[in-house]
């Protein structure tokens, strides 16, 4: 690039090259900092529906399958162990603290240890495996791997029956 400058009193030098500009490096627009994320509330899910593969069935002969469980407390984990009938048969445990943590299952106005434990056996397995889930890991998926593939996927424990997934 060639440009013409002037002197005070002297004439105009013409065609002077002009210094280069120093070596600047190149200056681009700074990209726009990303939004910043807006805040996601975090809440804390206390409560898991399930529904028992079989279902509970009253005196009545109506089958409740729908429940909710909640997230068990270290009062729900200790108080049992005070229960005699825990103290005599350790293996009881789990129908009194499920008695706890359960807290609605179908039309039935309240859920307590004789509720659980005239449960069938299958929906007692399910239940402790969901109570593990829940309290463990603070969600109801569970990472499986296909039996003919390998295939690593997850599954939702909370709502299926024997036999599916």
Do not use: K
Not at 21 to 49: D, I, K, W
Not at 86 to 113: F, K, M
């Amino acid at each position: 690039m060639r440009r013409t400058t002037s002197r005070t009193g002297a004439g105009p030098v013409a065609d002077a090259p002009a210094p280069e500009a120093a070596a600047a490096p190149e200056q681009t627009a700074a990209p726009a900092p990303a939004p910043a994320p807006a805040a996601v509330e975090q809440r804390l899910r206390t409560e898991f529906p399930f529904e028992l593969p079989r279902g509970y069935v009253d005196g009545t002969g109506t089958v409740h399958r729908d429940g909710v469980m909640r997230l068990a407390t270290a009062r729900d984990e200790l108080i049992p162990l005070r229960d005699v009938r825990v103290q005599e048969n350790p293996a009881y445990l789990s129908v009194v603290l499920l008695g706890r943590v359960i807290s609605s299952l179908g039309t039935l106005p309240s859920v307590h240890d004789g509720v659980v434990e005239n449960m069938f056996a299958s929906d007692l397995a399910f239940l402790q495996d969901f109570y593990r889930q829940v309290n463990a890991e603070g969600h109801t998926r569970a990472a499986v791997q296909c039996p003919h593939c390998s295939e690593p996927f997850e599954v939702e424990l909370g709502g299926s029956r024997l036999g599916e997934s």
